[in-house]
């Protein structure tokens, strides 16, 4: 098996592993979006843990790069919070597929972050993208639409944080540094909210936590691995067949159904996602 096609099911397994993260979340009820965002962290935290203490030496990789791995995990778990509030009001499927700008709003920070240049076609791909969403949100002048609008912004932020995980791993820091930073500290700001908010649990909704939790740490460390055996520009439009598992997912386990409107969006946004791919491709 050669290294692309490893990196595709590596990316695939991600894809399928943050989907159904996306419907324990859902599963686990009406519980406060801050302790199902603390559990997701402290079950993937336990997990990166065990990278830590078999490879001690990775520590030393953060070394002089804090401050982007702080920046990495706040922005991170600000799109985690908004992803998990926007799938309180929205079928897995749009939330997943808001959730997937991210590489589209990456993009743009990376003029910023990384001093990268974006030429016209990028832009233009990128404009497409945006135009999709909002078959996907359905702006209206009603609080119905917050959910939708989270999962707008948690793209947002999504983008932000990957675009410093490319910072700090050029500088250096190892994937499984990076992966248990950011579990590590979104536990410890979100501990103070669990605390407060606290709503007591079942054992069911504790057990769809906790594989929210198995589930991010799969998608995490998969989706690492995979770009390890190939670039990005080769293989990350793959990356969006999470939609289609949510679809799937919400369909099969929820019942939910997508409208016309979305599914018109999330063709845009496909279409967007193949065209910047074989732009990258092209252009290289």
Same mark, same amino acid.
């Given at each position: 098996?050669?290294?692309?096609?490893?990196?595709?099911?590596?990316?695939?397994?991600?894809?399928?592993?943050?989907?159904?993260?996306?419907?324990?979340?859902?599963?686990?009820?009406?519980?406060?979006?801050?302790?199902?965002?603390?559990?997701?962290?402290?079950?993937?935290?336990?997990?990166?843990?065990?990278?830590?203490?078999?490879?001690?030496?990775?520590?030393?990789?953060?070394?002089?790069?804090?401050?982007?791995?702080?920046?990495?995990?706040?922005?991170?778990?600000?799109?985690?919070?908004?992803?998990?509030?926007?799938?309180?009001?929205?079928?897995?499927?749009?939330?997943?597929?808001?959730?997937?700008?991210?590489?589209?709003?990456?993009?743009?920070?990376? %003029? +910023?972050?990384?001093?990268?240049?974006?030429?016209?076609?990028?832009? *233009?791909?990128?404009? $497409?993208? =945006? /135009? #999709?969403?909002?078959?996907?949100?359905?702006?209206?002048?009603?609080?119905?639409?917050?959910?939708?609008?989270?999962?707008?912004?948690?793209?947002?932020?999504?983008?932000?944080?990957?675009?410093?995980?490319?910072?700090?791993?050029?500088?250096?820091?190892?994937?499984?540094?990076?992966?248990?930073?950011?579990?590590?500290?979104?536990?410890?700001?979100?501990?103070?909210?669990?605390?407060?908010?606290?709503?007591?649990?079942?054992?069911?909704?504790?057990?769809?936590?906790?594989?929210?939790?198995?589930?991010?740490?799969?998608?995490?460390?998969?989706?690492?691995?995979?770009?390890?055996?190939?670039?990005?520009?080769?293989?990350?439009?793959?990356?969006?067949?999470?939609? %289609? +598992?949510?679809?799937?997912?919400?369909?099969?386990?929820?019942?939910? *159904?997508?409208?016309? $409107?979305? =599914? /018109? #969006?999330?063709?845009?946004?496909?279409?967007?996602?193949?065209?910047?791919?074989?732009?990258?491709?092209?252009?290289?």
């Amino acid at each position: 098996m050669n290294n692309k096609l490893k990196g595709i099911l590596l990316i695939l397994g991600a894809a399928a592993g943050f989907a159904f993260m996306n419907l324990f979340v859902k599963l686990s009820g009406d519980l406060p979006t801050f302790q199902k965002a603390f559990f997701r962290n402290l079950v993937a935290c336990l997990i990166a843990s065990i990278a830590i203490i078999k490879n001690p030496h990775i520590v030393k990789t953060a070394k002089g790069n804090f401050g982007g791995i702080l920046a990495r995990s706040i922005f991170g778990l600000s799109g985690v919070v908004l992803n998990f509030y926007a799938i309180s009001g929205l079928n897995i499927a749009d939330a997943s597929l808001l959730n997937k700008l991210s590489p589209f709003f990456a993009m743009i920070f990376s %003029i +910023f972050l990384l001093k990268e240049k974006v030429r016209k076609a990028e832009w *233009a791909i990128v404009a $497409l993208a =945006f /135009f #999709g969403a909002i078959f996907v949100i359905k702006p209206s002048f009603s609080y119905s639409v917050l959910p939708a609008v989270a999962g707008f912004f948690s793209g947002m932020f999504a983008g932000l944080a990957y675009t410093f995980v490319r910072k700090v791993t050029k500088n250096g820091v190892a994937g499984s540094m990076v992966v248990f930073s950011f579990s590590a500290i979104s536990t410890v700001i979100l501990l103070p909210f669990f605390i407060m908010g606290y709503k007591p649990m079942t054992h069911k909704q504790l057990f769809f936590l906790i594989m929210a939790g198995v589930s991010a740490a799969v998608g995490q460390y998969f989706i690492t691995f995979a770009y390890k055996f190939a670039p990005a520009k080769e293989i990350s439009v793959f990356d969006y067949t999470q939609v %289609i +598992f949510a679809t799937l997912l919400g369909l099969l386990i929820l019942g939910e *159904a997508v409208d016309y $409107l979305s =599914f /018109f #969006g999330y063709f845009i946004i496909f279409a967007a996602a193949v065209l910047r791919w074989r732009y990258n491709l092209k252009k290289d």
